[in-house]
Each structure stands twice: as structure tokens, then as C-alpha cells.
């Protein structure tokens, strides 16, 4: 399983972002797919989830600015950041969570590597 997050950087307040992550070594159409974050200091909290089926959900902290999508056809989901904060900064993670082939109800979670996101003016 690789997670690769990218598209991280420096933004002024008020801009935007979007981040990427490409997936391979699973089935990108059967798992569920989600961004965390993690400033310096706080724990890992969830930013927004994009499930197989079914309804996207978002952290209110982000709701109505960020915007999860995937492209199964890439392997791969965004996460559109606009009205960036400065509490918007943090270490952005992707996370899948992946069909366990020996019991089909159960996903595991399995992280990429981070990105780091910037906002200061």
C-alpha cells in the first residue's frame, strides 16, 4: 500500500490549496478515503472522508471551505482547501481505509506520509 500526498506549501490567509493524494497496491475503488491534519502540539483530527458510496463528510472546522473528491480512474483524492486560516496549518495526511480480504466488513487503516500546509501572511 503507498499513499504519496502532495501539494502542500505556503499561502497567505484567505487563499487556497489543493492537496493530492496518489494511491496504489489496493483497491482504490473499494476503500474509503479521508484527510486528517496535525499541528504542532495537538493530536491528528480528521479534516473530511469520502467513502466508496455514500455521503462525504467534513470536520466543521472546514466545512463549507474544504472540499473532498476522488477520481478512481487516477487512484487518487483531493482535497480542495479555500479560505485558507492560520489555524489551517498543519500536517495534511491521507488515510485509506482498506477492505480486509478475510473479513469483507472490516476496513483497515493504512496513512501516507503527510504534506505540510502553511498559512501565514
Known amino acids: 500500500v503507498q499513499l504519496q500526498a502532495s501539494g502542500g506549501g505556503l499561502v497567505q490567509p484567505g487563499g487556497s490549496l489543493r492537496l493530492s493524494c496518489a494511491a496504489s497496491?489496493?483497491?482504490?475503488?473499494?476503500?474509503?478515503m479521508g484527510w486528517y491534519r496535525q499541528a504542532p502540539g495537538n493530536q491528528r483530527e480528521l479534516v473530511a472522508i469520502i467513502p466508496t458510496y455514500g455521503r462525504t463528510t467534513y470536520s466543521l472546522s472546514v466545512k463549507g471551505r474544504f472540499f473532498i473528491s476522488r477520481d478512481n480512474a487516477k487512484n487518487t483524492v483531493y482535497l480542495l482547501m479555500n479560505s485558507l486560516k492560520l489555524e489551517d496549518t498543519a500536517v495534511y495526511y491521507c488515510?485509506?481505509?482498506?477492505?480486509?480480504?478475510?473479513?469483507?466488513?472490516?476496513?483497515?487503516?493504512?496513512w501516507g506520509q503527510g504534506t505540510q500546509v502553511t498559512v501565514s501572511s
Open positions: 497496491g489496493f483497491d482504490f475503488n473499494d476503500s474509503n
Open positions: 488515510k485509506a481505509g482498506i477492505r480486509r480480504s478475510t473479513d469483507r466488513t472490516v476496513f483497515d487503516d493504512y
